[in-house]
Each structure stands twice: as structure tokens, then as C-alpha cells.
């Protein structure tokens, strides 16, 4: 039998492609978060949010904006996981931050609206929920189910009748229920309207 020698050639030949294999079948998704784009970083935080892991998807999201330039959904990100950790002073410091990099985010104006409620800014609440409105009638967070423009439209009902302005708070129930009614001039009517935004609320959140 003839053996056949291999050139230096073949050598180097079969041996990068080995390496090749190797580099493709270790294709994992255990990459060092160091060397993960931002990309990814947020696309994971957003994956820990929906898991309610808040701490590591506000980990993950930190990551993210301290690679390169910061992207506003990282900022939105970190910004509603604070939100939801209670942490509203966090949440607004990102999501203020965020708007600078897109002052059009209906994620981040969401939840300003939201934060601005419950920091007691009525006000400032109803005027980002009616401009987010306008842009986005539909508006719908998709890494929370359920949150959407109903709850906008619930949150500004709330707003104007913290305000005591009863007759703007009725339209903003019949937004979502054209067949309420109330006489909001009465005690009895502004009683009505408060029991058909808490049934409103029941029912969509």
C-alpha cells in the first residue's frame, strides 16, 4: 500500500478548516456580556422585563447605554423597569434622557404620562396622553399585556376628575364607552362617572 504525505499546504488547509468548525459549533448565546453588542443587550433586558426580573433586565439595560451611543429604547427600558420597581425618580432621570435621543418615543411619552400621574402632575399627564393620542391612537406596550391606549384614555379620565374637571373627564370615559352617560353637575352624576371609570378600569387593566 502507497502512503500518500500531505503537503504543508494541505496541512494548513485542513487545519483552518477544522478551526472553522469549531469557531461555528461553538456558536452559543453564553457570549461575555462585555462583548455583547447593545443591540442584544436590549433586545435581553426587554426578554428580563417580561420575566419580571427587573434586576437584571435594569442590569442589562445599564449595559446597553454604556456601550457606544445610547439608543432611546435602552433609556426606555431602564426607565420602565425602575418605573415598575418603584423607583419613579430613576424612571423619570431615563426616560427624560431617552427623549433627547427621541423626543417621538410612544413608549417613553406612555411612561411619562403614567409617572406624571402618579406624581400627582395631573396636568402635565393629560396633555402627554392626549399628544401620544393623537400620534398613536392604537398605542399598545408590547412588554406588558393589557397596557394600551385604554389605559391612557382611563389614566387621563382619572387625571381630569382629580382636577375636579368633570365634564372633560366624561368625554374621556365615553372615548371608551359612548353609551355612559352622567349628569356630572349632581353629586350623584360625578358618583356615576367615578363608578364607571373604576369598572372601565377593571375591565381593561
Sequence with gaps: MRIRFLT??????????SLLLVACGDDDDDTPAEETDPVTLVRQGWSAFES???????DLFDQALSKGEPSSD???????????????????????????VDSESFDIRAGM???EFHQENYSASVALIA??????SNYQFVHMPGLNFRDLQITKALAYYMQGMMDEALLAVQALNPLFDADVQTP????????????LADVYR
Design 74 to 100: 435602552a433609556y426606555s427600558g431602564a426607565g420602565w423597569t425602575t418605573y415598575e420597581m418603584g423607583d419613579l425618580a430613576a424612571a423619570r432621570d431615563y426616560w427624560e434622557s431617552g427623549l433627547t
Design 52 to 58: 419580571l426580573n427587573y434586576l437584571e433586565a435594569l
Design 113 to 115: 404620562a403614567f409617572l
Design 131 to 136: 399628544e401620544l393620542l393623537v400620534d398613536n
Design 188 to 199: 350623584n352624576g360625578v358618583a356615576e362617572l367615578i363608578d364607571e371609570i373604576e369598572r
Design 8 to 17: 504543508w499546504t494541505q496541512v494548513l488547509l485542513i487545519l483552518g478548516f
